[in-house]
């Protein structure tokens, strides 16, 4: 008997660096997946050595550790807590959600040395087809709120590579509490919005976020083209910043047609084989 963990993906619409902050946030999982496949044996281990390493620190047995994804590395789509949720599954089956996405967030912490909120293991934890999901981090509460037909979002490709665990995020930022209150009160702004306020919000979020100072000049350059790009409505830089992806809000699929519209997606999926 062996186990497979399939996690997906997560797109943050708004509510950025607000998880360690005890504010709000409102992504939604994508159809983009990490499976986890989990092969007992007598003993040893193989796999990947993060990997490995990653499901010894959890005292998962011996086992045969195979993985493949979707989704990309360093592009704010959060591959690394896809992972680690999907070790914590792997190892532990279908416990309490909340607990899970805690032990996940440690092994990002211990193993991992990413310096992560919640937000990331939540929104996929917590997914659910057709839905955002509403997290409040100051309760750890979760709403469903069904995904608007007209919320057309794409993933721009930054094309910085970033590695989370090497940058230096300054708790004490003098800006910090002015972004969290501001970015809080977009995040009740969006909720049943129309696209173009939507578009609107985005835009002052990502405008935050440099102040914050998390983002580069190239991201700001490239967020600034499209936000100028007929038919697009909103953009902002996404996931911890320095790079990655820039979620771009579009009128319909025929704006920016290189590039096709996400697609929400369930929670991570445990399969007994």
């Known amino acids: ?68 994804s979707e989704i990309a590395q360093g592009k704010g789509m959060s591959s690394s807590a896809a992972l680690c949720l999907a070790i914590v599954l792997g190892q532990y089956g279908n416990i309490d959600p909340l607990e899970a996405c805690k032990k996940a967030q440690s092994l990002e912490h211990d193993v991992l040395n990413t310096p992560c909120g919640l937000l990331d293991q939540m929104a996929m934890m917590y997914a659910k087809s057709q839905h955002c999901t509403m997290i409040d981090f ?19 490709d930054s094309n910085i590579h970033r590695n989370l665990s090497e940058m230096n995020y300054n708790s004490a930022n003098d800006f910090l509490n002015q972004h969290l209150i501001s970015e809080n009160q977009r995040v009740k702004q969006a ?38 790009t ?28 290189n590039y096709l519209p996400v697609v929400s997606s369930r929670a991570p999926l445990l399969e007994e084989l």
């Open 230 to 257: 007929d038919g697009v409505l909103g953009a902002r830089m996404m996931g911890g910043g320095f790079g990655g992806m820039i979620l771009v809000l579009v009128e319909n699929d025929a704006v920016l047609p």
């Open 191 to 228: 909720v049943g919005a129309k696209p173009e306020t939507l578009g609107q919000l985005l835009n002052q979020s990502h405008d935050s976020l440099k102040q914050l100072g998390v983002s580069t000049s190239e991201v700001d350059n490239l967020v600034e083209n499209l936000q100028q």
């Open 1 to 68: 008997m062996h186990r497979r963990v399939t996690v997906p993906a997560r797109v943050n619409i708004i509510g950025e660096h607000t998880d360690y902050g005890q504010g709000l946030a409102l992504p939604f999982a994508i159809n983009r997946y990490l499976v986890l496949t989990i092969k007992p044996r007598e003993s040893g281990y193989s796999g990947d050595e993060t990997v490995v390493a990653l499901w010894q620190a959890i005292g998962g047995p011996p086992a045969d550790l195979t993985v493949s």
């Open 138 to 156: 100051s309760t750890m509460e979760v709403e469903h709120l069904v995904l608007p037909e007209n919320w057309i979002f794409k993933l721009v």
